[in-house]
Every structure is written in C-alpha cells, then in structure tokens.
Nanobody
Framework: QVRLVESGGGSVQTRASLRLSCAAS????????MAWFRQVLGKDRELVAA????????VYVDSVKGRFTISKDSTNKTLYLQMNNLQPEDTAIYYC???????????????????WGQGTQVTVSS
C-alpha cells in the first residue's frame, strides 16, 4: 500500500497559479500510474489529469487543457499538478491517486485506483 500526502492547496484569486504536490512513500514509485481527481461537495469525484507510470503519457479533462500540467518525478517520488490561470470553477478538494501497474497506460476512472491521499482544498475566488 502507498501512503500519499498532498500539499500546495490554498485560496487564490482568479487567474492565479498553484502547484499541488503529492509525496508517495513507496519504494517502487516508477511502477505506479497516478492521477489527480477533484471533488466538489455533493458531486462525483472527477478526473483532472492522469499519467502513466513512466510519466510520458498523460490525459486531461477538457476544462483544464492548456492550463494544468501533470508531472511525475521519480527521483523525489512526487506527483505534481501545476495549475495556471485558475478559475472559480476549479474550486474543489484535489486528491492524488496511485495504481500499481505493469502497463504503460494511464487510467481515467477512480475505481481503477487503489491508493488515495487525504486531499487538499483549492479555492478560487473572483
């Protein structure tokens, strides 16, 4: 099991930037596909971005394309989400997720992930 700890959330103004980090306590970090999901109270958890275990393949939800970048740092065992030009609709709790895999694919469904962080709040005000 992987312990995931998110950080970097906060309250910002529209068009600001934040970088979320997800530190993983696991020896075989390079064997994990990972993702960022977000959830607003009363709504389903939504994929924001997912990355393959190599970090070379990634997918984004349409609403964040061109603004957010997911990256995987195997040296530091950390997943990042660089968020630029933040908008009020980005307000949510952001969760990091990990899945041990032997494939080069990324995974887009929350049910495909076994390990989750505790979440970090991002609030964007206009």
């Amino acid at each position: 099991q992987v312990r995931l700890v998110e950080s970097g959330g906060g309250s910002v103004q529209t068009r600001a930037s934040l970088r979320l980090s997800c530190a993983a306590s696991v020896s075989a970090f390079s064997f994990y596909a990972m993702a960022w999901f977000r959830q607003v109270l009363g709504k389903d958890r939504e994929l924001v971005a997912a990355v393959s275990r190599s970090g070379l393949e990634a997918v984004y939800v349409d609403s964040v394309k061109g603004r957010f970048t997911i990256s995987k740092d195997s040296t530091n065992k950390t997943l990042y989400l660089q968020m630029n030009n933040l908008q009020p609709e980005d307000t949510a709790i952001y969760y990091c997720a990990a899945r041990l895999t032997s494939t080069g694919y990324y995974y887009e469904n929350s049910e495909q992930y076994n390990d989750w962080g505790q979440g970090t709040q991002v609030t964007v005000s206009s």
